[in-house]
């Protein structure tokens, strides 16, 4: 069986981003640590932009307005390394 984002039940609700990770608590008490390396337009944001998220999706995705950048809350689960531009 293939498992792919979509199928991924994880809603994320809460975001915190530091200089060297991205760490993502999620409703069901998980919670999500990834390098910022990673996420190569994070890791160049400046920590102003870093901290400017919002939930997208009921928390389905996370969206960086001044990057335009967003991250699927299923993909860092499944170890994703990409960011979509919105």
Do not use: Y
């Not at 008490?29 to 870093?50: C, D, K, M, T």
């Amino acid at each position: 069986m293939s498992v792919s984002p979509e199928t991924v039940e994880a809603l994320a609700e809460r975001v915190q981003v530091s200089d060297a990770e991205l760490i993502v608590d999620l409703v069901d008490g998980r919670r999500i640590l990834v390098p910022l390396a990673w996420f190569p337009i994070l890791l160049n944001a400046s920590p102003a932009q870093r901290n400017q998220w919002k939930l997208i999706g009921d928390g389905e995705g996370i969206h960086w307005p001044d990057l335009d950048a967003d991250i699927c809350v299923g993909g860092l689960l499944l170890g994703i390394r990409q960011t979509f531009a919105a």
